[in-house]
């Protein structure tokens, strides 16, 4: 490729979020959530020799908002758009219960990738992030032809593979079945404290049968006591704790949605800066707590660096 940018794909889903119980003396938020908080994050953190590709379809319902998005990136190459798709795009409508406990409720039909549609286009790919945002982005069998037939880096957020959707759309946790083959998929995966505790009681045990598969790190974020890894042979474990966080404003305007989004879209642009897990899992610590001080996925980019943001 000689001088040229390198391509990171990016697979996940556009969500239209409407958010009730974030702030209970305020009515519903409508806004974008799903990737556009990792895409976020990467279009603030990647190096600059990265562009943002992204292999992620919308519905033709809001693909023109979608892609008005996209077109906010700076990593963002100017003919790249979403691949669109007749179905109705993904929506969720998000009830808080508590900080850090909400009910999701999701509609729409946007298909996830099959091999045949998505290896040409991972051709020309030099890594891939991939965040399972409605957990229907790619089946397994999918996901393990990828792996055969793309041989360089690929990140993951498991989320929503250990979420089950019952028939009206809410989403309700259940262990994620094959782990050990979705593991073998990808090099470094990332799952919540929640999602490590369906797999089983040992995270040790279920850290180690993921780098056995191929893993070479596994990140699990920890909500307010901040993250951890496991990486290495023999394995090593530490935890990252959550930066003090600079209030401006009342607590009560922190926002938890799409932080761990930030996390995984920080870390992994870390990663391809050359940065060792730990110190990249720092980043992603620091900028997911800073996005709970920013509320939704617009002018996001700039709050992440430090710059004065639309909320």
Do not use: K, Q
């Given at each position: 490729m000689g001088s040229a940018l390198k391509r990171l794909g990016v697979i996940g889903s556009m969500v239209w979020d409407t958010i009730?119980?974030?702030d209970p003396a305020q009515p519903a938020v409508e806004e974008w959530g799903g990737i556009s908080y990792a895409l976020s994050a990467l279009d603030a953190t990647l190096p600059e020799d990265w562009q943002i590709i992204p292999l992620i379809k919308v519905g033709r319902d809001l693909a023109g908002k979608a892609n008005d998005f996209f077109r906010t990136l700076h990593h963002a190459p100017h003919a790249a758009r979403f691949?669109?798709?007749p179905e109705p795009n993904n929506r969720v409508t998000l009830r808080y219960e508590s900080a850090d406990r909400r009910c999701e409720q999701m509609s729409g039909g946007v298909p996830g990738w099959t091999w045949p549609e998505l290896g040409p286009l991972v051709r020309d790919i030099d890594a891939l992030y991939v965040n399972f945002i409605s957990g229907y982005e790619l089946?397994?069998?999918t996901a393990l032809m990828l792996r055969r037939g793309f041989?360089?880096?690929i990140y993951a957020d498991l989320h929503s593979l250990f979420l089950a959707k019952e028939s009206d759309g809410t989403r309700v946790p259940r262990p994620l079945p094959q782990a050990s083959a979705w593991f073998s998929c990808f090099n470094v995966v990332q799952l919540n404290e929640d999602e490590m505790a369906q797999l089983g009681p040992d995270p040790l045990a279920i850290a180690a049968d993921a780098l056995r598969q191929g893993c070479?790190?596994?990140c699990v974020t920890l909500g307010s006591r901040g993250a951890a890894y496991f990486t290495g042979t023999p394995?090593?474990?530490a935890r990252i704790p959550v930066p003090p966080v600079h209030q401006?404003?009342?607590p009560s305007v922190n926002?938890?949605?799409?932080?761990g989004d930030v996390l995984g879209g920080a870390t992994v642009a870390a990663l391809l800066g050359g940065a060792p897990i730990e110190d990249a899992l720092r980043l992603g610590t620091q900028l997911g707590t800073r996005n709970l001080s920013h509320r939704g996925a617009t002018g996001l980019r700039d709050h992440l660096m430090g710059k004065l943001s639309v909320m």
């Open positions: 009730h119980g974030r691949v669109e798709v089946s397994l069998e041989g360089n880096f070479t790190a596994v394995i090593r474990t401006t404003m009342s926002d938890p949605t799409g932080c």
